[in-house]
């Protein structure tokens, strides 16, 4: 009976867990033990690998050469055209020359900046339909597009939302001249531009043999000169919703002034080495009016480095973080020298 009563009292629930050096936490572990050297040190190494890094990249960044050229009030007549509506299938050009007083060498790139416009408001973020950018269905009716879903009488958009309806569409042209009389057209690259993840996973055109037919039933939003399947004409793989341009509008900008990527440097001939030093000028085809958001548009040509363009606000943020870290391990250190316990010898 004692042996019986021994068996039972040795017995484990089932809901406990096994007696193992895992599930009963008892494997061997390392605690460290912090003491003063060792936090002054890492705060020290970490503050100084951070202002080393910063000062690294803000040399970097300006490194970079940068050119921006406004062109708001110079086609100000333009704009104030564009503005009324019913003048948006009429044409105006203009002309924004400068001169380059320093070679760009290397890759060059082109940007869009614009001024005080506003792509974060949240009923502008969500003004899309992902399922239709994805090719899924044209004739999708999606609640967030409103009002830019469908036409009065009943026509949808494609592509529909706020967002793709205000999409930038100023052509832009740059010229370089050679000499008094003769100026030959920069080679510029418009595809290639966007993420590949975007091109090749977040958006896809409908399935169709053509995309005339892929579109067939739909309309072009209001603002919107061409539809979304003659966004290229020159270029099939990049018309329709991959489309470059419009890939990198869709890619809302957190503050009102932004700069997105329009064009790179073919570099071939004269500009195989990038842009030479002379006169050169932007031939605009001006469709994006500004005057009514009191805005301000630019061409911004920039060259870049392995840390990328001309911004400083990485370099600024781990050079402010180092500083910091240092500014607080010789706090530390200065309260830990003041205030440390003297050793106390006692006699026997």
Excluded at 272 to 285: K, R
């Amino acid at each position: 009976m004692k042996k019986k009563g021994s068996q039972k009292a040795q017995e484990r629930p089932s809901r406990c867990p096994d007696n193992s050096a895992f599930k009963q936490q008892k494997l061997p572990a390392w605690k460290p033990k912090l003491t003063a050297p060792t936090v002054l040190s890492s705060f020290f190494v970490t503050g100084l690998f951070c202002l080393l890094v910063g000062i690294i990249l803000i040399l970097s960044a300006r490194s970079v050469k940068e050119i921006q050229i406004s062109y708001s009030d110079v086609c100000l007549s333009c704009s104030k055209l564009r503005e009324n509506s019913s003048n948006w299938d009429k044409e105006c050009n203009c002309s924004a020359p400068f001169t380059l007083q320093e070679k760009m060498q290397g890759d060059i790139f082109m940007y869009y900046r614009l001024e005080n416009f506003y792509q974060n408001h949240r009923r502008y973020v969500l003004s899309r339909s992902d399922a239709q950018l994805l090719g899924q269905d044209v004739n999708i009716q999606n609640s967030y597009c409103a009002p830019f879903t469908t036409y009065p009488n009943g026509t949808p958009m494609a592509p529909c939302g706020a967002i793709a309806n205000s999409m930038f569409n100023d052509s832009i042209q740059l010229f370089y001249s050679v000499d008094s009389s003769t100026a030959i057209q920069v080679p510029l690259l418009k595809s290639g531009n966007s993420w590949w993840t975007d091109k090749n996973v977040k958006f896809q055109n409908p399935a169709s043999h053509n995309l005339t037919s892929a579109f067939a039933g739909t309309a072009r939003p209001p603002y919107w000169q061409k539809p979304a399947y003659l966004l290229d004409e020159e270029d099939e793989r990049n018309n329709g919703y991959i489309n470059d341009d419009f890939i990198i509008w869709m890619r809302v900008s957190a503050f009102p002034t932004f700069k997105n990527l329009y064009r790179r440097l073919s570099r071939m001939n004269h500009f195989a080495d990038g842009l030479p030093v002379g006169n050169y000028t932007f031939h605009i085809t001006y469709n994006f009016p500004v005057t009514k958001f009191k805005g301000k548009k630019q061409v911004v040509l920039s060259t870049v480095t392995w840390s990328g363009g001309s911004n400083l606000f990485l370099g600024i943020a781990y050079t402010a973080s180092g500083a910091v870290t240092v500014l607080a391990g010789s706090v530390i250190a200065a309260i830990h020298l003041k205030h440390r316990q003297k050793k106390t010898y006692f006699q026997r």
